[in-house]
């Protein structure tokens, strides 16, 4: 009996190693398809790019790149430049100094990431103008009666883009720096005072460079957010990349003229991705030399003078980034009330939330698959394609359109031709000429995202879990339907909400991937907006800055729970 009983027990034991091999090749194996669907459009330009033809490539190189190359360098330097300096100055005194309203401003400095880069320059062109409150302010205070009396920057410039993205996206930069400051604690500080060193010195000497890979990290997503922009570049007239590539295809006609340019722009994006991949690693190198914890740190108390310059500090970022794009919008929006029942507005709802809602479908079903790939074993092909699944998000909107329309514009046109030959009727464009394109997009730019917070959510869940469930003769698919799933529910539904908001907000893929007729909520605010008409486009603009705020208000709550 016992003998039988072994024999059992090692015939089960085999079953569960077979259960689980089979399992793990499965899961690498939609793995590599998931990373296969990211790689495509990348491929697709590179093809595209090689065999279009060079009848163009004269006319660009000797007129388009050099000067789209030069503002597009400029640009991302100088918001880089002024992210930094906003970033690592609020991180600083919100995490290390205290003084009058704090806590209220270290979780309001988030709640620009809730405003779109174009939503922020088309208010901020309306906000600066000569009909505006700032220039009726000047004239009020000093009795100029035209525009010829006085000089006013001009925000349709390079200047006015780096004042609206680095005022949209300083808290990439903020976040990162903020959660570094407070894990360094004041251990490191405390050591540098005692050897005579004065606070400034502290900061500049031993603080800032302690966070180097965070601001590196922080650096590298504005960089990325600043190439993918189309809307406020073209509205605020900066002859950028991305806007070439816009340019080049749908003004000029010229598909393999934009993905040349696309190349060019691939080229930036691999360079980032490498500096980000390396601060995360010296990042985590630099987190286990921490010695004191969150709550230890004890603020430097200011007075005087000095308390109310970190408020003034900590406020303006907040009220450029933040207050000036809300009221101007929502001043506008409060005076087209009737505009929310319009059919042209309503369409646009239903059209951003289809294909928000199908991207987070797909996004997630994709990222669940490499994240649980990733916990059931590592393989070469598991850690190959949760690498190249993350480097869709680094790639531009319009660089993911021209690279998703080419193989979709072939499989159609396959299709059809096959219908015809076999049943003698067209079938149409019945993936590049729909809304399936922008899922498609989106879900290639997002799914970084969803992998990501869906690999957080495993880690919190103990491998021990899977084993028990195993010993208690479960198979895997049994452990993940009853144990995992419902465990990861909060994770699952996280990311879903991530990526739809992220792709209600998204336009420049959206606006070349649109079919005739189509509008979402963010291409409904660019038609408007280029039409002069952003008080008609302010309803539209409003419902996706409400849509960005909830996540952004997650994230207060959690920053002002660890204040």
Known sequence: MDRLHLIAKRLRRRHLRSATGLTHRM????????????????LAIAWLAVSGGNADWPHLVENVVPRAVMRTLLLVALTGAFTAITGI??????????????????????????????????AFGEF???????????????????????????????????LVMSSVLYPYIYLACRSMFLMQGRAAADVARTLGAGPVRVFLRVQVPMARPAIMIGLTLVAMETLNDIG?????????????????????????????????????????????????????????????????????????????????????????GFAVPFLVLGNFALKRLDQFLAPRLLDAFLHSVLVSGLTALATVLLGFVLAYAARTGRSPITDVAGRLASF???????VLAIGVLFPLAAVDNAIDA???????????????????????????????????????????????????????????????????????????????????????KELSATIMLRPFNFNTLATLVYEDASRARVEDASVAAMIIVLAGMIPVVLVSRSLENRS
């Open 232 to 320: 406020a570049v073209e509205f605020l007239g900066v002859q950028t990349l991305t806007f070439s590539i816009y340019d080049t295809w749908l003004n000029r006609g010229s598909l393999a003229g934009a993905a040349q340019i696309a190349c060019i722009m691939l080229v930036f994006v691999i360079g980032l991705m490498m500096i980000e991949r390396a601060a995360r690693r010296r990042q985590r190198f630099s987190s286990h030399k921490t010695t004191a914890a969150v709550h230890d740190v004890v603020r430097v108390k200011l007075s005087g003078w000095k308390k109310w310059a970190a408020t003034l500090a900590c406020l303006l970022p907040v009220l450029s």
């Open 27 to 42: 899961l690498a194996t939609w793995a590599g398809l998931a990373s296969a669907i990211v790689l495509m459009p990348i």
């Open 392 to 398: 869709g998000y680094g790639v531009p909107g319009t």
């Open 418 to 504: 096959r219908m015809r030959e076999l049943f003698g009727f067209s079938t149409g464009l019945i993936m590049s000429g729909t809304g399936f394109a922008i899922i498609y997009a989106c879900t290639v730019r997002f799914l970084t995202m969803a992998e990501g917070t869906l690999e957080a959510g495993f880690h919190k869940l103990s491998p021990h879990l899977d084993m028990a469930s195993r010993a208690l003769g479960r198979t895997g698919a049994q452990t993940l339907r009853t144990v995992l799933l419902p465990m990861m529910r909060p994770a699952v539904l996280t990311s879903a909400l991530l990526v739809f908001i992220e792709t209600m």
């Open 89 to 122: 100055l609020t991180a600083w005194l919100v995490a290390t100094c205290e003084f009058p309203m704090r806590r209220m401003l270290s979780a309001a400095l988030v709640l620009p990431l809730a405003i779109p880069a174009y939503l922020a320059a088309y």
């Open 128 to 162: 600066l103008t000569f009909t505006g409150p700032v220039q009726g302010l000047v004239r009020a205070i000093f009795g100029f009666q035209t525009s010829r009396d006085y000089w006013f920057p001009d925000v349709r410039s390079l200047g006015g883009a780096v």
